[in-house]
C-alpha cells in the first residue's frame, strides 16, 4: 500500500516537472524568438552610451563674403557622474581645479563667497542696494534665512556632498564652488557638467597621461568659435557664452541644454536662431564583449547657417584704427581742456542712400576671444571698454545739431537762404545774455550772414535768432523726424539707447521746469538733448540724401550652409519720408560744404580730392574738456556715405573730423574701394 502511494506521488512530481520544463521552454521560445527583437531594442536602449556631436555655429562674414567669425577644434573637459561615491567625486574636482590653477586656467566659480577662510560673503554690486539684491536673490534661491554666515553656507556644502573633514578650509572651497557651479547645471548621470573649453594641449595630455588621478574627467573635441581679426568689430561681433538658468527656462522647450553655449551680446545674439546648428551624436553603440562595439546608429550635427553683415571689412577697420590713433594725438598734443583728456569715442558710417551700417567702431575695445579670462579687468576698467558706444553712448550733439535746426527755421518759414542777419557777440533775450563762441574767445562776431555762413561759422547768435523766432515745437518736430529719440532700426536694438529730444513734456516727465531761454540752449545742440552716435549719423544721412529717413540695418543675407541657397536677404526700409524744399535743402548742404572748405573743418579736409559736407561741434561736459562731434558726408554733389563722429573729452569737432576724412578716403579710394565700385554697379554678388 504504501509502494503504490510513494509511485503515485513519484508521477505527481514527474509530471509537475514535465510541465515545467514546457512551461519554461515556452517562455523562453516566446521571450527570445516571437518577442526577441522587441526586447533587444529594449536592451540596446539600455546599454546604448549616447556622445552627442556640437554643431558648428554658421560663419559670420563681412558683406562681400570676408571671414569675421568662424570655427576651429579645440578641447572642452567636463565631469561626468559615474557612480554614488561623492568622495571619488570631490577628490577628482579638487584635482582638476589645481591643475588648472596651477596652469593658469580659469574655470566657473560664481558661488558668493571668498576663497579663503574666514569666509565672508561677495555679492556683486556697484551699489549697496545692487549688492543686497544680489544677496537677496541667492538667500531666495537657496532658502536660506537671510541672518546666515558664509561659513554656514559653506558646512551644509560640506555635509550636502560628503565633503571630507581633511580637506584644508582653501580646499573645501574650491570643492564647494564647483559643485555649486554643478548644480546649478543640474548635474546628473545623463548631464555631465563642463568644466572648461578650449583647453590648451598640454593640459589635456596631462589629464589623459593621469587618468586615475583625473577620475571621472571626460576630454573630447568640438567647434570653438575664432574671431578671424582680433579685436576687429569686437562691440558689434557680440560673443557667445553657457546659458544661464533663466535663459535655459525660456529656450529648453527649443532643444537648448544646461551646458550650451548662445548668443550673449551682439550679432550673436541678434541672429543666434541663424547660427545655431543642430547638435548630432555617434558611437551611439552597445556592447557586445570586451574590446567590441555595435554601432546602432549615428546622426551628423546640422551646422549653422552663415550670417552676412552689411559691414565693410576694410572700413571697419580703418575707423576703428583712425578712432584709436586720433583720439591719443588728441591727447598727446593738446593743452590742458582743449582735449588733453581725450580717451574714448564712436564712430558709425552708413549707406546713405540704403541705411546699412558700413562701420561701427567703438574706444576703447577689447578682444572677443579673451573675454572671459579678461572679465574682471575690463569690468574694472573705468574707461568701460566693453560698452558700445556707438550704440548706447548719449551725447550732447553740440553745434552738429544747428543742422535740424536750420532746416526747422526754413521749412517753417521763419528764415530764407538768402535772408542776412548781423550778428553780435552777444545775444539778448528777455533778462538773459547768450555768448557766441566768438565772442567768448575773442571779444568778436561773425558779422552778417545768411543760413549758410552760420553753418560754416558754427554761429550761435544766428541760431539763437532762429530759437526766439520759431520757439521749442518746430525745432522738437523736426528732430522726431529725423529719428532722434527713437530706436535707428538696426538689430542690435537691446543694445541701443533711444536718446532724448529737449522740450517741456521732457522737463515735465523728469520733474524739473522748462524755462523760456531753454529753447535757445536746445536750438545749438544743448539743454536736455542726447543722443546716440548711430542717431547723429542717420540724421545726417537722412539730410544728405532729401529726407528718406531709412532703418539702418547690420544684416545683409542669411546663406544655409547646407544647401547652396539665400534664406533670407535684406532690403531697405523706409520709416519716414521728410518733404523738404529742395531751395532749403541746399541752403543747408552749402553751409556744410563751406564748414569743410573755408569754416570749422577745412584743416582736415583741406588737401581733399574732392569736396564733402560736414558739420562739427562741441559740448561741454561736467568735468574735463569738451566732447568733439563731428557729422558729413561724401561725396558733395553725389552723396553715398555719411558718417558720423564722437570723441569724448576731444575738444573740439575739428579734431574729430580728421577721422571721418580717414573713413572717406578709405570708402573712396582704400584697398576695397574697387570692390565697392564693382558693387554699385552689380558687377559682385555678395
Same mark, same amino acid.
Given at each position: 500500500m504504501e509502494d503504490k502511494q510513494l509511485k503515485r506521488r513519484c508521477?505527481? #512530481?514527474?509530471?509537475?516537472?514535465?510541465?515545467?520544463?514546457?512551461?519554461? +521552454?515556452?517562455?523562453?521560445?516566446? %521571450?527570445?524568438?516571437i518577442e526577441g527583437e522587441n526586447y533587444r531594442a529594449v536592451s540596446d536602449s539600455r546599454l546604448a552610451r549616447n556622445i552627442p556631436i556640437k554643431a558648428p555655429r554658421g560663419e559670420i562674414l563681412d558683406r562681400y563674403g570676408r571671414a569675421l567669425v568662424t570655427n576651429r577644434v579645440g578641447h572642452t573637459v567636463s565631469i561626468a557622474k559615474v557612480n554614488g561615491n561623492k568622495e571619488t567625486l570631490n577628490h577628482a574636482i579638487l584635482s582638476i581645479a589645481n591643475l588648472f590653477t596651477q596652469r593658469g586656467i580659469s574655470y566657473e566659480d560664481t558661488l558668493p563667497i571668498s576663497k579663503e577662510a574666514p569666509y565672508t560673503f561677495t555679492f556683486s554690486g556697484e551699489t549697496a542696494e545692487q549688492k543686497n539684491a544680489a544677496a537677496q536673490a541667492f538667500f531666495t534661491e537657496k532658502d536660506y534665512q537671510s541672518s546666515i554666515t558664509a561659513g554656514e553656507v559653506i558646512e551644509k556644502y560640506k555635509k550636502k556632498y560628503d565633503i571630507s573633514d581633511s580637506y584644508s578650509p582653501e580646499e573645501v572651497r574650491v570643492i564647494a564652488g564647483i559643485r555649486y557651479e554643478m548644480e546649478k547645471r543640474n548635474f546628473s548621470s545623463n548631464n555631465?557638467?563642463?568644466?572648461?573649453?578650449?583647453?590648451?594641449?598640454?593640459? +589635456?595630455?596631462? &589629464?589623459?597621461?593621469?587618468?586615475?588621478?583625473?577620475?571621472? +574627467?571626460?576630454?573630447?573635441?568640438?567647434?570653438?568659435?575664432?574671431?578671424?581679426?582680433?579685436?576687429?568689430?569686437?562691440? *558689434?561681433?557680440?560673443?557667445?557664452? +553657457?546659458?544661464?538658468?533663466?535663459?535655459?527656462?525660456?529656450?529648453?522647450?527649443?532643444?537648448?541644454?544646461?551646458?550650451?553655449?548662445?548668443?550673449?551680446q551682439g550679432v550673436e545674439k541678434a541672429f543666434e536662431s541663424y547660427l545655431r546648428g543642430k547638435d548630432g551624436a555617434s558611437s551611439v553603440e552597445r556592447k557586445i564583449k570586451e574590446g567590441e562595439a555595435e554601432v546602432v546608429y549615428s546622426v551628423e550635427p546640422i551646422p549653422g547657417d552663415s550670417v552676412m553683415l552689411t559691414i565693410d571689412r576694410d572700413l571697419q577697420r580703418v575707423a576703428e584704427e583712425s578712432l584709436a590713433g586720433n583720439i591719443q594725438r588728441i591727447a598727446a598734443t593738446s593743452t590742458y581742456g582743449n582735449g588733453h583728456d581725450a580717451n574714448a569715442g564712436a564712430v558709425v558710417a552708413l549707406d546713405l542712400?540704403?541705411?546699412? &551700417?558700413?562701420?561701427? $567702431?567703438?574706444?576703447?575695445?577689447?578682444?572677443?576671444?579673451? #573675454?572671459?579670462?579678461?572679465?574682471?579687468?575690463?569690468?574694472?576698467?573705468?574707461?568701460?571698454? /566693453?560698452?558700445?558706444?556707438? %550704440?548706447?553712448?548719449?551725447?550732447?550733439?553740440?553745434?552738429?545739431?544747428?543742422?535740424?535746426?536750420? %532746416?526747422?527755421?526754413?521749412?517753417?518759414?521763419?528764415?530764407?537762404?538768402?535772408?542776412? *542777419?548781423?550778428?553780435?557777440?552777444?545775444?539778448?533775450?528777455?533778462d538773459h545774455d547768450f555768448m557766441c563762441h566768438i565772442y567768448r574767445s575773442s571779444g568778436g562776431d561773425h558779422g552778417t550772414v545768411n543760413v549758410s555762413q552760420a553753418l560754416q561759422h558754427s554761429c550761435n547768435y544766428f541760431f539763437?535768432?532762429?530759437?526766439?523766432? /520759431?520757439?521749442?515745437?518746430?525745432?522738437?518736430d523736426y528732430a522726431r523726424q529725423f529719428g532722434f529719440g527713437a530706436l535707428t532700426g538696426q538689430e542690435l536694438s537691446f543694445e541701443e539707447e533711444k536718446g532724448q529730444i529737449a522740450g517741456p513734456a521732457l522737463r515735465e516727465k523728469n520733474g524739473r521746469e522748462w524755462y523760456p531761454g531753454d529753447v535757445l540752449q536746445a536750438a545749438i545742440g544743448q539743454?536736455?538733448?542726447? #543722443?546716440?552716435? *548711430?542717431?547723429?549719423?542717420?540724421? /545726417?544721412?537722412?539730410? $544728405?540724401?532729401?529726407g528718406t529717413n531709412y532703418e539702418t540695418r547690420l544684416l545683409k543675407t542669411v546663406k544655409s550652409n547646407l544647401k547652396d541657397q539665400v534664406l533670407f536677404e535684406n532690403t531697405p526700409k523706409i520709416r519716414n519720408q521728410i518733404d523738404i524744399s529742395p531751395e532749403n535743402l541746399n541752403a543747408v548742404l552749402a553751409g556744410m560744404q563751406l564748414a569743410t572748405s573755408e569754416g570749422t573743418a577745412s584743416a582736415a579736409f583741406a588737401d581733399f580730392p574732392f569736396k564733402t559736407g560736414g558739420k562739427t561741434g562741441s559740448a561741454q561736459v561736467s568735468n574735463g574738456s569738451s566732447n568733439g562731434i563731428y557729422v558729413g558726408y561724401a561725396p558733395y554733389d553725389n552723396p553715398q556715405i555719411a558718417v558720423a563722429v564722437v570723441v569724448e573729452h576731444g575738444g573740439s569737432g575739428g579734431n574729430a573730423a580728421y577721422i571721418a576724412r580717414d573713413v572717406f578716403w578709405e570708402y573712396f579710394f582704400g584697398a576695397g574701394s574697387g570692390i565697392r565700385q564693382a558693387e554699385q554697379y552689380n558687377v559682385l554678388k555678395p
Open positions: 508521477h505527481i #512530481f514527474y509530471a509537475l516537472i514535465v510541465v515545467l520544463v514546457i512551461v519554461a +521552454i515556452g517562455r523562453l521560445f516566446y %521571450l527570445q524568438i555631465p557638467y563642463v568644466f572648461a573649453k578650449d583647453v590648451d594641449i598640454e593640459t +589635456i595630455t596631462k &589629464i589623459k597621461e593621469q587618468r586615475d588621478t583625473y577620475y571621472c +574627467i571626460n576630454v573630447y573635441s568640438e567647434p570653438i568659435r575664432e574671431y578671424t581679426n582680433g579685436t576687429l568689430a569686437a562691440h *558689434i561681433l557680440g560673443r557667445v557664452g +553657457i546659458i544661464n538658468q533663466e535663459e535655459y527656462a525660456q529656450l529648453k522647450s527649443e532643444g537648448y541644454g544646461m551646458n550650451d553655449y548662445l548668443g550673449k542712400n540704403s541705411g546699412e &551700417i558700413l562701420a561701427l $567702431a567703438s574706444y576703447p575695445t577689447y578682444d572677443p576671444a579673451n #573675454f572671459n579670462k579678461d572679465f574682471n579687468s575690463l569690468n574694472s576698467n573705468p574707461a568701460r571698454p /566693453m560698452v558700445n558706444r556707438a %550704440l548706447t553712448g548719449t551725447y550732447e550733439p553740440g553745434s552738429t545739431f544747428k543742422l535740424c535746426t536750420a %532746416l526747422a527755421a526754413l521749412e517753417t518759414g521763419k528764415v530764407t537762404p538768402s535772408e542776412v *542777419i548781423a550778428t553780435k557777440g552777444i545775444y539778448k533775450y528777455l539763437y535768432e532762429m530759437a526766439s523766432r /520759431m520757439g521749442i515745437e518746430p525745432i522738437e539743454s536736455d538733448n542726447l #543722443f546716440t552716435p *548711430i542717431q547723429i549719423a542717420n540724421f /545726417m544721412a537722412t539730410l $544728405a540724401n532729401g
